[in-house]
Every structure is written in structure tokens, then in C-alpha cells.
């Protein structure tokens, strides 16, 4: 059975139009990493743990925002997209506003450098944004593009 995340993707209207708060992956990996990389704040959920209430969590572990209290409107349910591993994203849009430069992320270790046999810590997200609806097409990881697309059809 293939893994489950959840997320949102976060919409605000603004005088120049729609925008959407997309989050940048942390670590060394993706450090020097930008167009094509970025994604709705998500995170895997178990069998039997409810999706949308997976998707509020994955926002406050990303980015240290409560997905509650910055909805300004209806959760509405996309369709679901395939990573090319297989993992199924199940995504909500929603309205909210809230200042992309207070984000906290929670962290994770990896070996670095490589074989190196030390720990550092990384964000899981180091930083989040509001982009334009065309900016984000460029900037979301392309299997995340259809989320913006059907973004556009129900708003």
C-alpha cells in the first residue's frame, strides 16, 4: 500500500490577485535549490487518522502556524496527486492570511557531510512564501502543480 500525506494548499487575495503560501524543503540537499522545489506544507498520516485534521498538524509542525485560527474560510477538498515514489497527496485549499516570515519549522538529523559520522540538524522547512499564481506554478514540485490548477477551478 502506497504511503499517505496531507496538506493544505493556503490562498489569499490580494490587490494584485490570488496568491498561495508555498514552504522550501530544508536541509543541505535542497539549500542551493529553487525553481521547481517547493511545495504545500504536508506531512505522511496513518491509516485511520483522519487527513484533514493530518494536514492542520503537518501545518503547525512546518510552520508553527495554527491552521484554525488563520481559516477564513471553508476547507474544500482537492484531488488527490501521485508522487513519481507512488506516495498519494491529499490536499485541502483553504483561505488564510498570516506573515510567511514567522515561520518555525520542526527539525530532523541527518549525517553531514556525508560520512562524515556527525549529526547536524536541519528545518524541515526553512522558509515559506506567498507567490502569485504564476510564480507558484514555477516554484511547486510538478507533481504538486495540478493542486494549483484545480486551486484556480474552485475558487
Known amino acids: 500500500m502506497p504511503k499517505k500525506s496531507a496538506g ?16 522550501h524543503p530544508g536541509g543541505p540537499f535542497w539549500r542551493n535549490k529553487d525553481v521547481g522545489t517547493w511545495s504545500i506544507p504536508k506531512g505522511e498520516f496513518e491509516e485511520g487518522e483522519d487527513p ?50 514567522e515561520l518555525t519549522s520542526n527539525s530532523f538529523e541527518l549525517e553531514w557531510p556525508p560520512k562524515s559520522g556527525k549529526n547536524a540538524t536541519f528545518p524541515e522547512v526553512d522558509k515559506g512564501e506567498w507567490f502569485t499564481i504564476g510564480e507558484a506554478k514555477k516554484r511547486i514540485l510538478s507533481y504538486q502543480l495540478p493542486l494549483i490548477i484545480q486551486l484556480e477551478e474552485v475558487v
Open 8 to 23: 493544505i494548499l493556503w490562498y489569499r487575495i490580494q490587490n494584485n490577485g490570488m496568491e498561495v503560501f508555498l514552504v
Open 52 to 101: 484533514l485534521q493530518a494536514a492542520k498538524r503537518e501545518m503547525k509542525e512546518e510552520t508553527g502556524i495554527d491552521a484554525n485560527r488563520v481559516c477564513t474560510s471553508l476547507f474544500i477538498e482537492l484531488k488527490p496527486v501521485r508522487q513519481k515514489s507512488g506516495k498519494i497527496i491529499y490536499a485541502w485549499t483553504a483561505q488564510g492570511d498570516f506573515n510567511a516570515s
